[in-house]
């Protein structure tokens, strides 16, 4: 008698700019891959919204072409799904789109709310105990402060709010629900407290009625529940059977968090941190206490594990602030893309290679072109440098970008070492996202981490492996996402510094260090000085 096939699980990553798709096995091996791009919009200064039927139909194209990939008879051993996302948010509404662009989805880089973020931040409301101190414009309730006050007929025309991952979910299975992931990371909401809704607040910033919109007024799902199944509809347009699973999903970088921790995370937690480096870096660390720490998001509870708490920590731009060298700087190609990334790593690890740390060494910088979302918290500030001259040759394009992914490396290790003045015992560092592909990044992190290890994980996708864990979960084939963990986890290694480099690190180290200390200061008398122009 024959068995039968197989099951597969399929998972969706929807990032800044494309929709993946992935099919994985249920040991976690990954058999197939598709992606489709979608258009951002930047319809004013701070502004970045998407549409989401444009998101949706990138979704739709991506799963086609990876179960074609897959093979005949692919789609027929799907035994569930999930989606993961950007921190976007999407908004349902009657008459026309409540965004300019004929726009509903507000992107996660969306920066509109500074000044909404700052009043949060100054409220003294509990939430800020949960947000490290401050508040994010990168979080939806200044963004939704912003819509409300600025366009309110726009806003009122809203009826739903949604994090990106749970309207995915919603379009494939018509049911709406939200992800425990979101709202605990991302609004108003603290899963712990009886009432977890922070009314007072959202009623002063004109956003009382936000609790009741759709199904934000049910109790939320942890990740990994099931949200529903996949409706005939839908399936038909995609070529997969009727009525299969698809599981409460997660924030894209939580989705790579679960891809890189490892098997034995259990024993491993407050040992490990992920590090996911794309457009924007997010690190999550996980504890089985609540720990408060400045700068830094959360502690959230229930966001992955249910009954533990994750930090994440972060840095605005990171991969984008690499794009924008390759972008503007006049000795560079003007224009970003994969092959420049290549090209341009590729000469500068020949440079390195002949004259080591004396590559670069006068230019330094605080990458904070989009604010600092930790140690600091504080989303306005922006970045500072040193260094700069003419710079129209290629040479000093080349070490622009060399200085500027050794800042975020450097920034890393501030991070880790923030979490680990508040409770971590952090030694190892697990990579996630876009930076694997960049080889002078992944240098860097070896190198320049303190003495922290980087440790990388046997797997292509480790985003998309996360939400395959979940979509096992959601099928009922693994019990939790410890389970899942250590059931499809990667073969892991761990990746010793390169002992030549340790010196050169320190001392850039504590150049970044000081420029920081001093930016700040600046900071500080820059606003003041602002202040006293608005007295006027």
Known sequence: MTSPPPKLLLAVDVGTLSARAGLFDLAGHLLATAAREFPLLRPAEHHAVYRMDDIWAAVEEAIRACLAAAGADAAGRVAALAFDATSSLALSYEGPPPLAGEADVFCWMDHRGEAE????????DRLLAYTGSSMSPEMHTPKLAWLARRDPQAFARVTGARDLCDELARRATGEDHHSLCGLACKWAYLPADAEPWRHELLARLGLGRLPQLGALAAPPLPVGHRHGRVTEAVAARLGLPAGIPVAVGLIDAEAGTLGVLGRGFAGNMNRTV?????????YMAFAPDERRISGVWGPFRDAIFPGYWMHEAGQSLAGAALDAVLAHHPGGPRRASADEHAAAVRDILALLEAEGPAFAARRHLVPDFLGNRAPLGDGSVRAILVGVGED?????FLETYYATARALALQARHIIEHLNAHGYALDRVALSGGHLRNPLMVRLY?????????????????VLLGTAMVAAVGAGLQPDL???LDAMAPAQESLAPDPRWRAAHEAAYGVYLKLFAFRNDIEREAKALAASGQDR
């Open 482 to 484: 410890f389970a899942a």
């Open 117 to 124: 973020a700052e009043e949060i931040g100054a409220s003294g």
């Open 392 to 396: 129209m040759s290629r040479r000093a």
């Open 274 to 282: 992920a590090l996911i480096g794309g457009t924007s870096t997010c």
């Open 446 to 462: 070896r190198d320049a981490l303190g003495d922290a290890a980087l440790v990388l994980s046997d797997s292509a996708e480790p």
